[in-house]
T-cell receptor, first 117, second 111 residues
């Protein structure tokens, strides 16, 4: 299995520009997560989807951030307009969730390092 | 929201020493997970715990799910240089088992 695939691995952009991060989850997984990692705030959950439906987006910082999952094999996280404080490493993770209190392992992608100048 | 407090924040140890780190929360979790993150990579799962009181080992790593369901610890025995990295605890709870991550423990091993 190729694991969770994220692109691009690195993104440098200027303040005000639109940024789109992409994620391909592991085939067969039905839950997808977007995280942001910074030195100051650690690993923060931004949003997660189950069966392509957003379940909890309470971690999304503000309206400039949006996430979509049009199908089971693709998700995007968009920032528009971007700001310097958005600079961070953004991780996508996926898992198979079969319900109840059981939970399977979340597998993380390699991350996208975003720098907003 | 839920918060997981991890300690220590960082530690320097000599190769061969044992390491202990823990995670505490004011909330109850149904699952406890321990991850390791190497520089430039995403976190990788080390151990998963599903029942209060459970003690699980993975090679030189041992983790326990606290009886109160509000804490967990991870021990690493006979540390080696490749143990260097950031260790995160994470707790799962609620519908869809949302996972909350701790603040991380940065481990440095001196050869």
């Amino acid at each position: 299995d190729a694991g969770v695939i994220q692109s691009p691995r690195h993104e440098v952009t200027e303040m005000g520009q639109e940024v789109t991060l992409r994620c391909k989850p592991i085939s067969g997984h039905n839950s997808l997560f977007w995280y942001r990692q910074t030195m100051m705030r650690g690993l923060e959950l931004l949003i997660y989807f189950n069966n392509n439906v957003p379940i909890d987006d309470s971690g999304m910082p503000e309206d400039r951030f949006s996430a979509k999952m049009p199908n089971a094999s693709f998700s995007t996280l968009k920032i528009q307009p971007s700001e310097p404080r958005d600079s961070a490493v953004y991780f996508c993770a996926s898992r198979y969730y079969w319900g109840g209190t059981s939970t399977d392992t979340q597998y993380f992608g390699p991350g996208t390092r975003l720098t907003v100048l | 929201g839920q918060q997981l407090n991890q300690s220590p924040q960082s530690m320097f140890i000599q190769e061969g020493e044992d390491v202990s780190m823990n995670c505490t929360s004011s909330s109850i979790f149904n699952t406890w997970l321990w991850y390791k993150q190497d520089p430039g990579e995403g976190p990788v799962l080390l151990i998963a715990l599903y029942k209060a009181g459970e003690l699980t080992s993975n090679g030189r790593l041992t983790a326990q799910f606290g009886i109160t369901r509000k804490d967990s610890f991870l021990n690493i025995s006979a540390s080696i240089p490749s143990d260097v990295g950031i260790y995160f605890c994470a707790g799962g709870s609620g519908g869809y088992q949302k996972v909350t991550f701790g603040t991380g423990t940065k481990l440095q091993v001196i050869p």
